[in-house]
């Protein structure tokens, strides 16, 4: 058991960015809502990333998970020795590879947004069978309650990439512009980012930013810097980011 965790922790090393627990304990709890679903690179994969279903047929998630944008499983159940368990074959759907838009660019400007085809047995969409939420473009409130649920790493065996959630607050916005090399960045143009303080680890990267108050997304989990004593986790903040608010209407309209 212990070498299958150790494994787990490294093949999520790429997909982690240092995402942490926020105060003294970890207080995830393991939830079961059809609306969010585990990316992996392949029906047999061990682990990933995590996906909101946002219409029929359109997900959202992290832009450096573009390598687990391959598969999304909901109605996941609790893991077992630590080991993912996949749902039945009605449950699992492949993603449009040529849909997919997204940017890789650090806290801020770190989104993907693609289609979900029709499941393989079933010819029915993901968002129609398993719900969606609704998306907000304006910009929330500082001290605004949130919650993430994902599919983040955990010490015990059951709730290991298992789907967990959690609550906390909105501590930021705000929009700074970096001019970089990076090819998957945003040159010269507004990052929008925001923290909380909401409980995360490896493997929530991709997780919606959900308002308690309304039900709506307002941005995408994608880095830590949290600690036991302080400090807030990271994500990107749709309001004020033309291109990714650009991307999720697109999307929304081809589903009309």
Known sequence: ??????????????FAGNKTI????DD?????????????DSRTGDGGCTVTMISKSCGVSAGHCKSVLKVAEFNTSESINGNIQHPAAKDVYDIDQASIAYKNGGPGND?????????????LYAGDVQGSYEVAFE??????????????????PTKNLAQQTHT???????????NTDDEDSWNGRPYSTLTHTVD??????????IRESDEKIIGIHTHGGCSSWGGANQGTLIAKHPELTQAIKSCLDSDK
């Open 28 to 40: 995830r709890i393991l939830s079961t809502n059809t609306k969010i679903g585990r990316l992996l």
């Open 1 to 14: 058991m212990k070498l299958v965790a150790l494994l787990t922790i490294a093949n999520l090393t790429a």
């Open 111 to 123: 989104w993907s947004v693609f289609k979900v085809l029709p499941n393989n047995e079933t010819s």
């Open 168 to 178: 906390g607050a909105l501590q930021s916005t705000g929009t700074t512009t970096r």
């Open 139 to 156: 910009t929330p409130e500082i001290g605004d309650i949130l919650r993430i649920t994902g599919y983040g790493l955990d010490s015990e």
């Open 22 to 25: 926020c105060g003294p304990s």
């Open 200 to 209: 995360t680890m490896g493997g929530n990267s991709g997780s919606t930013i």
